[in-house]
């Protein structure tokens, strides 16, 4: 089964500070995806990655950056947190870059700023 | 700018009531997904759907992908508590590999 696993499944940060979200996937998945799911909202895409040290930026990258120096291995960056950014982060991967590829989740970041 | 609006946002019944939900777009997709998430963890795909007019199948779960390929509905058959949470549609676009996601419907079943 893949797995992708989370850092934190809750953190606190304050209004400033820089925030390091990490992601791990254990299939050897080319694509790596950063997302944030608020209420009524459904999921945003923030920045996806599909090789190492390659990026690209999703719907809503504003704030954010993204650090992909293993294949296996997604970082989702908040240089200055602010309260807007209070959210659920998901991280996905998938196996190749056709649209019907499976993604498959982490458990999620609850990240609360204060 | 491809939209995906998922109809109702919210909907509690009893134990085997049968329910439908909708995903629609005025876009036409490559592809359709549906995936259930449970709180306090990520989605899992339950199926995906190429073709227009597609029906599948999951025990009694039944979904369905639009003749046009804008559209797709979930039905559910004598509802279980089990299928509570969030269903989340996603439209595949070959042209960019990523996926457009609707707002989800939550559901509830009541025991």
């Known amino acids: 089964d893949v797995k992708v696993t989370q850092s934190s499944r809750y953190l606190v940060k304050r209004t400033g500070e820089k925030v390091f979200l990490e992601c791990v996937q254990d299939?050897?998945?080319?694509?790596m995806f950063w997302y944030r799911q608020d209420p009524g909202l459904g999921l945003r895409l923030i920045y996806f990655s599909y090789d190492v040290k390659m990026k690209e930026k999703g719907d809503i990258p504003e704030g954010y950056s993204v650090s992909r120096e293993k294949k296996e291995r997604f970082s989702l960056i908040l240089e200055s947190a602010s309260t807007n950014q209070t959210s659920m982060y998901l991280c996905?991967?998938?196996?190749?870059?056709?649209?019907?590829?499976?993604?498959?989740f982490g458990p999620g970041t609850r990240l609360t700023v204060l | 700018t491809q939209l995906l609006e998922q109809s109702p946002q919210f909907l509690s019944i009893q134990e085997g009531e049968n329910l439908t939900v909708y995903c629609n777009s005025s876009s036409v997709f490559s592809s359709l997904q549906w995936y259930r998430q449970e709180p306090g963890e990520g989605p899992v795909l339950l199926v995906t759907v190429v073709t227009g007019g597609e029906v599948k199948k999951l025990k009694r779960l039944t979904f369905q992908f639009g003749d046009a390929r804008k559209d797709s509905s979930l039905h559910i058959t004598a509802a279980q508590p089990g299928d509570t949470g969030l269903y989340l549609c996603a439209g595949g676009d070959d042209s960019n590999y990523q996926l457009i996601w609707g707002a989800g419907t939550k559901l509830i079943i009541k025991p």
């Open positions: 299939m050897d998945h080319e694509n």
């Open positions: 996905a991967s998938s196996f190749s870059r056709v649209s019907t590829d499976t993604q498959y």
